[in-house]
């Protein structure tokens, strides 16, 4: 069982997981656009690795035996001068999904939600490491700052990134 108040928090937060996914999948895009590849696939990676998240709150709501709603998404920026500019832009992001997982565990915790917070930690985790990943790659960014050398090597760092499906997954894409 799960409160109207719940579902609906966790909801809203599903479809901001889904414009995470979009957001990445634009950034590869756009890296792609400035001729590196290294750092397209490392977004595509995080795209797929974002819709694995959105997947994971639509299972678990319609578990819950929650109908879900996507409203429209918003628009996805698609400009950016430098990598290092669309990885501050993904940190910034992050930090504000772990923001909202934060308050949904709290609201979780006040209702006596078991179940929610139990669902929520992975999420309490996954954020560390993915702010982890992406304050590394700034301060790399940041050492080697217009070295075109330097900016290549940190692509082709990203180029070795891959998709590692979880157990389990309701989603392999
Ligand atoms: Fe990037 O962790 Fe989900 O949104």
Not at 114 to 140: G, M
């Amino acid at each position: 069982m799960i409160s109207k108040k719940m579902s609906d928090s966790l909801n809203t937060h599903m479809n901001l997981e889904l414009f995470s996914a979009h957001l990445y999948l634009v950034m590869s895009s756009c890296a792609n656009d400035l001729g590196l590849k290294g750092a397209a696939n490392w977004f595509f990676v995080q795209y797929r690795e974002e819709m694995v998240h959105f997947m994971k709150f639509y299972t678990y709501l319609t578990d819950q035996g929650v109908v879900i709603s996507l409203p429209a998404n918003k628009a996805i920026p698609n400009k950016y001068k430098s990598l290092l500019e669309m990885m501050q832009k993904t940190l910034a992001h992050e930090n504000l999904i772990t923001s909202c997982i934060n308050n949904l565990s709290e609201q979780a915790v006040q209702e006596k939600d078991h179940a929610t917070q139990i669902f929520l930690q992975w999420f309490v985790t996954e954020q560390i490491e993915e702010e982890n990943n992406d304050r590394d790659l700034i301060a790399k960014l940041k050492i080697v700052g217009d070295n075109g050398h330097g900016i290549l090597m940190i692509d082709s760092e990203m180029a070795q990134r891959t998709f590692v499906p979880l157990a389990g997954s309701p989603l392999a894409v």
